[in-house]
């Protein structure tokens, strides 16, 4: 089995496959001051709650934008299960070829959401990630990353609007009951989530004109993808699951030398 990880600046998004189906996901706060121990033991406790031996994880792979958790992880896992984690960077092949100005600028889960996105649906394709940032991809029909935008992710402005004024306070990010607001929980979700829904609506509408392609598959990935898609028809597919999908793809066309070895720490 294959142990993936997407390490985000808010969230480790944890996904395990059996080939190239998954079959557990699990998502951890990100914290940059634990240490490699403190991860790898919550590895450990969190397999056998989905029937996962840790045994069984025979190779991992991950895509980090938080660099000192990554040297963090390849320790934790090489301390748990035995095996050199391969950690999509610069240099990883991973089948997409990049076309922005210097392509040692494009995140690692970027370019693997690119690879998934262009897999599993085909191009031109467009990729909204709603996680700390709102990220914008655009993927030629030859499969090539032509680029992206970057916004305040929907969590960041809630809390930087409740942080930098004296009388509003925190809400829930549910839509209300309409664009008007009739109370200041109400106008603030309304300027959130029908806010940012009109963003993601332009945003494709640009790239659809940029790109020359108005029929362009549209994608929308990350942990909030949802709240958004609900208020929307703008999406072909809501997939959460896009970047872990897109590690074991890179992982597949990497495969060797990261795998299991006969002294595997499946007894730690």
């Not at 792979?61 to 748990?80: H, I, N, Q």
């Not at 210097?102 to 467009?126: E, M, Q, T």
């Amino acid at each position: 089995m294959l142990l993936a990880l997407d390490i985000g600046n808010s969230n480790v998004t944890i996904g395990v496959f059996d080939n190239e189906h998954i079959v557990a996901t699990w998502r951890l706060a990100t914290d940059a001051h634990r240490q490699p121990d403190e991860y790898a033991l919550q590895l450990k406790n969190l397999l056998p709650m989905k029937g996962i031996g840790v045994e069984q994880i025979d190779g991992v792979v991950l895509c980090s934008v938080v660099p000192p958790l990554t040297a963090v992880f390849e320790d934790a896992c090489g301390f748990l299960f035995g095996i050199q984690p391969l950690v999509v960077g610069t240099g990883t092949r991973t089948g997409v070829r990049v076309r922005y100005d210097n392509p040692r600028d494009v995140g690692a889960d970027r370019v693997v959401d690119a690879v998934a996105a262009y897999s599993l649906y085909g191009g031109p394709c467009i990729v909204v990630d709603f996680g700390t940032a709102t990220v914008f991809d655009a993927i030629s029909i030859e499969g090539e990353y032509l680029g992206g935008a970057i916004a305040p992710g929907l969590g960041v402005s809630a809390e930087s609007l409740y942080a930098a004024t004296s009388q509003l306070r925190r809400v829930e990010l549910v839509a209300p009951p309409a664009a008007i607001g009739k109370n200041t929980a109400h106008s603030i979700q309304s300027g959130l989530l029908f806010g940012y829904t009109g963003l993601v609506e332009h945003m494709v509408k640009l790239y659809k004109q940029e790109m020359d392609s108005p029929n362009a598959t549209v994608i929308a990935t990350g942990g909030l993808a949802p709240i958004i898609a609900e208020r929307t028809d703008i999406f072909t597919h809501v997939n959460e699951e896009l970047t872990l999908q897109g590690l074991q793809l890179v992982f597949e066309l990497n495969r060797e030398p990261y795998s299991r070895t006969d002294t595997a720490g499946s007894d730690s």
